[in-house]
């Protein structure tokens, strides 16, 4: 349910997410008790307040980052761009002693380069505070205090404010700094897409590094994914005060002790990739939690219940050779489990045939810049 903070200033904000997945996130808000207000082309936009947006960056699953809308114009060169962001007063966020970063997207718009748009983005907010204040924010593009977002779509510049700080991605779960073929913000996005009743028995047969297999057992045990990172970007904002960090550290608290570790039981993973496992494993010894991993080849797998849920990300053309002979052979693999709901992501058109029957869902989306498939089956 929504907190009881009407006396809040209510914001538009905008939470991004993977192409394809705006749908769920849309869902997901709903489920949060955030208004979401319609979905758009790489996430949702919803309105609130600060507490309803650090909800969203505390218990979002699928969202990237929560953007805080501050203000629209038509620009078409850089001197048009800057004179718009000079209007815009961000003391409740940035004073001189914090550090700042801006980060820019261009599409179809007479300016064409991101770097340059960022760049006279950064100098209209840090001359606006060397006219009234007469001192400067410092640039750092690695952990800035606060991280300002320009989008630049069809000569329309959108200014935004970052209130994740670094991608809702990165759970803070990882020990090592290996890249997963998968975010966790697209394994969650499987997950939920697959209907899983968060109940029954799950398995990630190609788990690897066990992406889908640790966001599966956090949804298992009722875990807020944000519960692992230390903070978020707006918790460094000049207009979070001692009321607002009370606020936050609550519903943090709120999210620990909602936490059921032992539910996490119910999912497993397998792979026969053991540097793989081991990543994994550490993973879920860390965070404590009850899922499996095995070291076992899909080829020779064979089901160990009579029902459950599947959700994998088998290799494919871009990360392993095999191709389509070796898609063929997982399908025949995974047409033994009989009574289960299967969902498999793919780049790989030969999977609309691997299990010997079309899929019954088949739904389009992004891993990155890649266009893959999510093709469902129900055995």
């Known amino acids: 349910m929504p907190d009881n ?8 904000y905008f939470a991004t997410a993977a192409k394809g997945t705006e749908g769920l996130l ?10 979401p207000i319609r979905g758009d082309r790489g996430g949702v936009h919803f309105g609130g307040n600060i507490r309803d947006a650090f909800r969203v960056c505390l218990d ?23 004179d718009f962001v000079s209007t815009l007063n961000f003391d409740d966020v940035l004073q001189s002693h914090l550090t700042l970063a801006v980060t820019a997207t261009v599409q179809s718009s007479s300016m064409t380069h991101s770097q340059y748009v960022a760049r006279r983005v950064k100098d209209a907010i840090v ?15 690695r952990n800035p205090d606060v991280h300002f977002y320009a989008h630049l779509a069809k000569d329309r510049a959108s200014i935004y404010v970052d209130l994740a700080g670094e991608s809702l991605h990165r759970r803070g779960y990882r020990l090592s700094n290996t890249e ?27 788990c690897g590094s066990g992406t ?3 966001e599966a057992a956090l949804m ?32 943090r608290e709120a999210a620990r002790a909602a936490i059921v570790r032992e539910r996490s039981e119910v999912v497993q993973g397998s792979d026969i990739d053991i540097t793989a496992l081991t990543v994994a494993r550490d993973a879920a010894k860390q965070l404590k939690l009850g899922a499996r991993f095995m070291r076992q080849d899909i080829l020779n797998l064979s089901p160990l219940r009579d029902s459950g849920t599947i959700v994998t990300n088998p290799p494919y053309g871009v990360r392993l050779e095999g191709g389509q002979e070796l898609a063929m052979r997982i399908g025949q693999s995974l047409s033994k489990f009989k009574g289960h709901r299967i969902l498999v992501l793919t780049t790989d058109r030969t999977w609309l045939s691997a299990l010997g029957r079309p899929p019954a869902m088949e739904h389009t989306l992004f891993n990155g810049n890649l266009e893959c498939r999510a093709l469902g089956w129900d055995l």
Not at 5 to 12: C, E, F, K
Not at 184 to 203: C, G, H, I, N, Y
Request: glycine share 6%; proline share 5%.
């Open 180 to 206: 997963a073929p998968l975010k966790e913000t697209l394994a969650s996005a499987l997950v939920q897409l697959s209907r899983w009743d968060k109940l029954s028995p799950l398995l990630d047969p190609c």
């Open 5 to 12: 903070h009407d006396n809040l200033q209510q914001l538009p």
């Open 127 to 141: 001359d606006r505070q060397r006219r009234f204040v007469h001192s400067r924010s410092d640039v750092d593009p």
């Open 220 to 251: 298992a045990a009722n875990w807020a994914p944000g519960l692992g990172r230390r903070q978020f970007g707006l918790e460094r904002h000049v207009r979070v005060d001692a009321t607002l960090r009370n606020a936050f550290e609550d519903m």
């Open 212 to 214: 889908v297999v640790l």
């Open 26 to 35: 849309r869902d997901e808000l709903r489920g949060l008790g955030v208004r």
């Open 60 to 82: 979002s699953r699928i969202a990237m980052r929560v953007l805080e809308f501050r203000g629209v114009s038509t620009v078409t060169d850089s001197d048009q761009l800057y």
